[in-house]
Every structure is written in C-alpha cells, then in structure tokens.
C-alpha cells in the first residue's frame, strides 16, 4: 500500500488523468450502447414462471405491454355522447401513436366488461409492441400526453401500467446533489479546510460517476434491474465519501505531528487505506453473497453494487492521494497551519465530548449497555409482522397519474381488477376443452373470486388461459391465499379424469413465488454473509470474541433497521407525508438486499472502530485503556462519517422511487443506530465488562491461521517513534513495555 501510495503521489498527474480518462471512457461508452435493464422477477422452476412461458409459447401475441387508460365523470355516465365522442377520438389518435400495437375500447362490440356498474368509470386496454423495459420513454410519455388532452372539467383521465410508470417523475438528480450539498458541509464544518473537504467529495464522485456508467454497460451483458444504478450510487456515494474522510482525517493528523505532505500521505494509506480495502472486501462480500441463491435478478444487483464499492475503494487509495499531494498544507485550516508555524509539531490528544463520552462509557458499561439493548429490541419489534409481497402502482404518491387511475379502477370495478389471475394449460383433447369449459361456473363460485373470463384458445387449440378476477387487491394478504386455494384444492379437483395442468399466474402469483424461493434460501444466505465476514474479523483482529460481537451487532442493526422499514412503508407510519405513497408489502428482494448491504457497512464502523482498539491492546496490554483510547480516539470521526452516509442516504427519498426509498431509509436507520447505539455505546460497553476475554485466541488456532493486519507492523513501530518524539506519556507505555521484553499479542484471556 505505501508503494502505491508514493507512485500515485509522485506522478500525481498521471494518476488523475488516468482516472479522468477511466471516467470519460466507460461514460462514452455507456451513452453510445444505451441501457438494458430488465425487472425479470421469473424464478425458474415456479408455478408463476411456468404460466409465463406456457401463456408466451402459446399466445405471442400477447407479448406486449398492456397498459390502460382510465377515464371518469362525476356527474352523468361515460356513456354520454360527449363522452363517448371525446374519449373515441382519443383512443383513435392513441392507436396511431409508434410503438402502440393496439387498443380495445369499452365502447366496442365486447366491451361492456370495460364499464364500471354505476356507469362512471370505463377503462381501454392499450398494447405495446414491446415489454416495458423495451418501450421507450418517449413513446409512452406521448400516450399519457394524448389521452390527457381529453381531460376537461367533470371528466378525468388517468393512466397506469408498467410502460406509463416510466413517465412517472423520478425527481432527476435531486437526492444525489442534496446528498452531496451535505455532506460537504460535513466536512468544512468537521475540518475547516475547503480544499480538505472537497477531496472527498471529488474522490466519490469519480469512482461512482465511473461505475454508475459500467452498471449501464453490464446491463447489456446480463440481467440488471432498472434500480441497481441508484442503488450503486447510494452506496457508493456513501461508503465512498466515507473511505475518503478516514484517509484525509489520519493525512490530517500526520501533517500535524510534523510529516511532510508526501510522508502523511503514504503513511494515510498505508494504514488507513488498508483498513479502507479490508472494509470495502467485507462489503463485496456481503453483496456477492447474494450469487448463492441463483436468482438472475439478484446477481445483476450484487455484480453492480460490488462494481460500485470497488471503483469507489479503488479511488480512495489510488486517486485521493494524488489530490492530496495536490493541495499540500491545504489540507490544514488557516488556523491550524498557523498553529503548527509556531507551536511546532503536538500530539493530538483526544479531548472534549469524545473523551468525556468515553470516559462515562468506561464507569457505566451495565447500565449503558442495557439501554442499548432496549432501544434496540423495541425498533426490532415490527420486524416480526414483515409482510413480503408486490407493491404496485397503488402504492404510488396520490398526485401520480399511475395512483389515480389505480385508485379509479378499484372504486369501479373492485380491486382485484388490478391484479388479475392468469391461468394456463396444455390441451390435450375433447376431454380437457370440456372440463375448461366447466371450469369458470366453478371458479365464480370459489371463495375470493369476483370474476372469471371465458376461455381462450390459441390456433391450434393446443393452449388455453382464461382470467380471474380476485375480490381483494394485488398485494393483500386474502389475494395470497386465493393463490393457495386455486392451486392447492380447486383445480386439482377441476384436473382429475384429464390430463389438464393448470399453472396459476399472474402479478400476485409471481411475487409470492419469488419470495418463497428468496425466504427458503434465506438462511443459507445470511448465514455465509456473516460466516465470512466473521473470518475475515477473526484473522484481522486474532480473536474469537470480536467476531461474534460483531455478527450479533450486524443482526441487531438489520433487525432495527428493518422494523424502521416496516413502520414506514408496511404500517404506513408517515409514508404519505414523505411522499412515498400509501401502506404496502415490502417488496421480496428487498431483505436479501438490505441484509447484504447492511452488514457490510456495519464491518465498517466495526473495522474502524476495534482496529484501533487492538492497535492500543498490542502497545499496553491495557483492555480499559485500548477500549477507552479507541472510542475516545475515532468516536468523533466515526460519527462524522454517520452523519454523512446518513445524509446521502436520506436524500435518496427525494429519488421518487419507492424501492429506492425503501432502500434509503433503511440504510440510514441502520447507520444511524449503527454509530450512535452499537459502535460508540453498546461494543465499547459490552468490551468493558468482558475484559481481556475480548482478545481470547486459542494458542493452536493462533498458530494455524496467516497473520494478516489491518495495519502493517512497520507503520505501527512508525507510529511508536513518532509518539515517543511527541507524547511523553506513551513514550512513558513503550519504554516500560520494553523494559519487559514481553510482546502482548501473546497474553490469553
């Protein structure tokens, strides 16, 4: 690392320009080849992703999009010749819009269907000649602009659909410069140097802006979902600015005790940084823990947030201190340059709150570690009432055309017409036609059944699907277990004398599916996650303690995290003052994501935080002293880089996107309770009363694993002489630690 370090710094242009041209390179790139992301929630092997294939084999036709156009009138009928005229006019001129196949009117021969009870509300069905990741924007923005030139006083258009949800406002670039607007302010306020405060920000950028481009480009080499860019970015802008902080903050100190640009840069990294490159593999790890369960969709979203965590690293201890050469003393306030002018090089001791706080953890570690613990059960609590399954356009803000014509449907039709059952079989003959046929009289009279479609053959009679309408919407519960009852009771019975085998789909099938293959493989999942980042603690730190700590802390963190989650979207606790629509499930793939993600950011203050504990155990043998100088020594830049990642991941809520915001939030909960509750109150507690029990090896599982170190033995004796030139009180601990002769890396327990 400092060889590294020194090249980057030494041909410090070549580094920044490489970097720049890496930058340049990958975004040309990107715009040139366009996105291809794909929401493919298909799991193979599932009833849903069977109905799916068989219903696409059987009936191509029906490959594209079918979004609608709902209109509404308060006062007569949509049967109204006004009515009637305008809205037929309109659909025409939809009809003949690019990229539209099709478009059935209620006012056509068979479209009676299409009419709500009281007459108020009627809907078309228009079909793309696309899926909906393939329409374009502007195709489907000129669908929603058509049909809601017909809107006038008493009668209301809306439009919903997957193509029309891609004209919903995704609030641009709002959350990522609100992020960024605060964390700088952060960083002045937390180092009164411009220069010093914008390395990081400028540093974050680079690294994410490159591999927010890269994601667009792996997207056309596998299966990527349209939220993983987001996704990356507000990981990567916070762990990113993050790494950055703790690298300029130990510049920062080298400079104050007397190294010259070049040496405090090469010394940040080369300790530092690697803490730096051991935080950012624990998250890789983490995320690329979600290839274990084999799902396309999630593989994509790991490759894209690991790709993001790696440039961001890599820009952290490549292109940081070229800039840092760059800006010199710089990195030092006025005051501080002018302190250091006179005063000469001092030892930064810890002092205010840090060291108060510190102190008072070390006097009171019962009491203080069961409020902790309080505070986090009670934030866990709603995690028991997680409710997996499909958010859809019902969920979205009220203001959105998607939400108003959701809203209209379901008050016309009932809800479950927003979220229609699809089954399909094989035909095998007479025998099998005849009991389709029978079928629709027995699935009216089905519980939660409000309405079913006559059958439909394709040409060759040889696939059939027929459409049932629930009594309940998409993502309630009683829609679930409409799915269990058709599958599991009604059409095997419906089945037995023929050789039918119908498969059940259809939006609220498919998600269900989904998430029970992501909750069977759940365990496997998380239980690799903190297997390997438990190894990775043990050979860092050479202790059995720390690493279990850490796992139950990483458990406690998501837990709180998720009840937070809960809360807000699934409760609905505030989530229409926020903006993010009305109560839903939580989306299926979103725990194994957040698992991913928050464990590994919950390593990072972990790493940062013991490592400079150990640090301290190694030079005294003191567990009270290590634990007090570590808290008291990184609580205050910890907490700086909280307040950052929190900001950057709050503002995403702006973003527009649900799931995003989802995401956001959760994130910040997590890091909030994360340095604030776990790293600074209830590790440090929790490390006071076990004692010297926190650095307990076995001697011959010392003796079987390689000796890695978070900081490499020659910087720590650089430190020691450094210290002892500068502090008399540990050059007071060396001196008597050497008088000893005896190297505490040896004591047990």
């Not at 696409?56 to 949509?78: C, K, Y």
């Not at 809800?415 to 079928?439: I, R, S, Y």
């Not at 409000?450 to 040409?459: I, M, Q, S, W």
């Not at 998380?526 to 730190?541: E, K, N, P, S, W």
Request: include cysteine; aromatic fraction near 6%; hydrophobic fraction near 50%.
């Amino acid at each position: 690392m400092a060889a590294l370090a020194r090249w980057c710094i030494q041909r410090r242009l070549v580094a920044v320009l490489l970097w720049l041209l890496a930058f340049g390179g990958v975004t040309a790139g990107a715009v040139v080849a366009g996105t291809a992301y794909s929401n493919d929630y298909k799991v193979p092997g599932t009833e849903s992703g069977r109905a799916t294939q068989l219903l696409h084999d059987g009936f191509p036709d029906l490959g594209g999009d079918s979004d609608r156009i709902v209109w509404h009138t308060d006062s007569g009928t949509v049967r109204a010749s006004d009515v009637e005229q305008t809205m037929t006019r309109t659909l025409e001129r939809v009809g003949d819009l690019p990229g539209v196949a099709s478009v059935t009117s209620p006012y056509d021969e068979h479209g009676a269907g299409r009419i709500s009870p009281d007459g108020r509300t009627a809907y078309a069905t228009v079909t793309f000649d696309d899926q909906a990741q393939d329409v374009g924007k502007a195709e489907a923005q000129s669908v929603v602009d058509t049909a809601e030139s017909a809107e006038s006083d008493g009668l209301q258009v809306a439009l919903g659909g997957s193509a029309v949800g891609l004209t919903e406002s995704s609030g641009g670039h709002l959350a990522e410069i609100v992020g960024v607007v605060v964390a700088a302010v952060v960083l002045f306020l937390a180092f009164g140097s411009l220069a010093a405060s914008l390395l990081p920000i400028a540093t974050a950028l680079v690294g994410v802006g490159t591999a927010y481009s890269g994601i667009a480009l792996l997207g056309h080499a596998m299966t990527v979902a349209d939220f993983a860019p987001m996704l990356g970015m507000l990981i990567g802008l916070g762990v990113g600015i993050d790494y950055a902080l703790f690298i300029v903050t130990r510049h920062r100190r080298g400079l104050k005790r007397g190294l010259s640009v070049t040496e405090a840069a090469t010394n940040a990294v080369a300790t530092t940084g690697r803490a730096v490159v051991f935080a950012g593999a624990t998250v890789c790890i983490a995320l690329l823990g979600m290839l274990i369960l084999r799902l396309s969709f999630l593989n994509g979203v790991a490759i894209a947030a690991s790709l993001t965590v790696v440039l961001t690293v890599a820009a952290s201890v490549t292109l940081l201190p070229a800039l840092l050469s760059f800006i010199g003393m710089r990195a030092l306030s006025r005051r501080e340059r002018r302190r250091l002018a006179e005063h000469g090089p001092e030892p930064e001791l810890p002092t205010g709150f840090a060291a108060r706080w510190s102190a008072f953890v070390e006097r009171h570690p019962k009491v203080l570690g069961a409020v902790a613990l309080v505070v986090m059960a009670v934030l866990a609590l709603p995690t028991l009432g997680l409710h997996l399954g499909t958010s859809d356009q019902g969920n979205d803000p009220q203001g959105s055309t998607t939400r108003q014509a959701y809203d209209l449907l379901a008050d016309g039709f009932g809800p479950g017409v927003n979220g229609p059952l699809t089954l399909v079989t094989k035909v095998g003959g007479a025998a099998d036609q005849l009991a389709l046929d029978n079928l629709d009289s027995t699935l009216r009279g089905t519980e939660g059944v409000a309405a079913v479609t006559p059958v439909t053959y394709d040409e060759g009679g040889h696939t059939a699907y027929l459409t049932v309408v629930p009594e309940s919407s998409p993502q309630s519960q009683q829609t679930s277990d409409l799915v269990d009852r058709l599958r599991d009771d009604v059409l095997p019975r419906a089945e037995t004398g023929t050789s039918l085998d119908v498969q059940v789909g259809g939006v609220t099938a498919g998600y269900d599916d989904f998430a029970a293959v992501i909750v069977d493989k759940l365990p496997l999942f998380v239980g690799v996650v903190i297997g390997l980042g438990c190894l990775l603690l043990l050979l860092a730190f050479r202790s059995v303690g720390i690493p279990l700590k850490a796992a139950a802390m990483n458990v406690a963190a998501v837990a709180a995290a998720f009840g937070v989650v809960v809360a807000i979207f699934q409760w609905g606790w505030g989530s229409e003052l926020l903006g993010l629509g009305r109560a839903g499930p939580i989306e299926p793939f979103l725990p194994v994501i957040m698992v991913s993600v928050l464990f590994g950011l919950s390593m990072d203050y972990q790493v940062f935080l013991v490592s400079r504990m150990y640090e301290e155990w190694l030079e005294t043998g003191d567990n009270r002293r290590a634990v007090r100088v570590g808290l008291a020594e990184t609580s205050r830049v910890i907490n700086s880089a909280a307040v950052i990642m929190i900001s950057v991941f709050l503002a995403f809520v702006l973003s527009g996107d649900r799931v995003i915001a989802m995401f956001g939030i959760a994130l910040a909960a997590a890091v909030a309770l994360d340095a604030f509750v776990l790293r600074t109150l209830l590790v440090p507690a929790l490390m006071h009363m076990l004692g010297g029990a926190n650095w307990w090896l076995p001697r011959w599982l010392d003796r079987c694993m390689p000796r890695i170190s978070i900081e490499p033995p020659e910087c720590r004796a650089a430190h020691e002489r450094l210290a002892a030139a500068t502090d008399a009180e540990v050059a007071d601990v060396l001196a008597e630690e050497e008088a000893r002769q005896r190297d505490v890396r040896d004591t047990t327990g």
